[in-house]
């Protein structure tokens, strides 16, 4: 695994955290640390330069998230999240989502707007240009500015939550080429909604991918 790190500074407590918090999402989103793997506090340290401190915090802010499971004197794992409880997370998901979608229609500015459309060309490109690792950090990226943009907080922070929670398995698909092809066009009809500004279209367009996704994991199994 290779990860990029900073160490830490004394008086940036917070941004180390936040970095070392987001590190260890990513790879267990990623799938470089597996489903009930041990999550050592000292191999953490030592992967992201960081503090003991600062790693077992980070691990309690996972634990909340439902990424991790603190074992009663036996350290931390990844929680492993089957199939079903992916699903019904995505089920969840869809509802909020497309309140989101719908509030980043409404708002979104002419800057925005730029900004989703040239994401719109990234998107298309790296499923052309096979990258399916980029396709899938700007899926991520895509997500999180309707979040951000819908000015929602507290959809904005149950859905961080659960995205965490169901993207390993969407990761899955997104490593598939003939998926990917399929899931483009999907989030190509979301930004071409919300850059319309058409908020029924946005939630249609959130509503009919996530059960696209649905309907892909059910094959998957």
């Known amino acids: 695994m290779s990860i990029s790190v900073?160490?830490?500074?004394?008086g940036a407590p917070e941004s180390a955290g936040t970095r070392v918090v987001d590190g260890i999402r990513d790879a267990i989103i990623q799938g470089d640390y597996a489903p009930n793997q041990r999550l050592i506090e000292a191999d953490l340290s030592d992967t992201f330069a960081a503090?003991?401190?600062?790693?077992?915090?980070?691990?309690?802010?996972?634990?909340?998230?439902?990424?991790?499971?603190?074992?009663?004197?036996?350290?931390?794992?990844?929680?492993?999240?089957?199939?079903?409880?992916?699903?019904?997370?995505?089920e969840v998901r869809s509802g909020i989502e497309e309140l989101c979608a719908a509030k980043t229609a409404e708002s979104i500015t002419d800057t925005e707007i730029a900004e989703f459309t040239r994401l719109r060309v990234r998107l298309?490109?790296?499923?052309?240009?096979?990258?399916?690792?980029?396709?899938?950090?700007?899926?991520?990226?895509?997500?999180?500015?309707?979040?951000?943009?819908?000015?929602?907080?507290?959809?904005?922070?149950?859905?961080?939550?659960?995205?965490?929670?169901?993207?390993?398995?969407?990761?899955k698909l997104w490593s598939r080429v003939s998926r990917a092809k399929v899931s483009v066009l999907e989030h190509i009809a979301i930004i071409d909604a919300i850059t319309a500004r058409d908020p029924e279209a946005a939630r249609e367009a959130v509503r009919v991918h996530l059960l696209?996704?649905?309907?892909?994991?059910?094959?998957?199994?």
């Open 124 to 171: 298309l490109d790296s499923v052309a240009e096979g990258d399916l690792a980029e396709y899938a950090r700007l899926n991520r990226l895509l997500d999180q500015r309707i979040r951000e943009i819908s000015r929602h907080a507290t959809a904005s922070d149950v859905l961080a939550r659960l995205h965490a929670q169901s993207v390993r398995h969407q990761f």
């Open 51 to 90: 503090s003991r401190a600062t790693v077992r915090t980070a691990l309690l802010e996972l634990a909340n998230e439902g990424l991790v499971e603190r074992l009663p004197n036996k350290g931390s794992r990844v929680r492993a999240i089957s199939l079903d409880e992916a699903i019904e997370i995505l």
């Open 6 to 10: 900073e160490v830490d500074e004394p």
């Open 212 to 221: 696209s996704v649905i309907e892909a994991l059910r094959e998957l199994a």
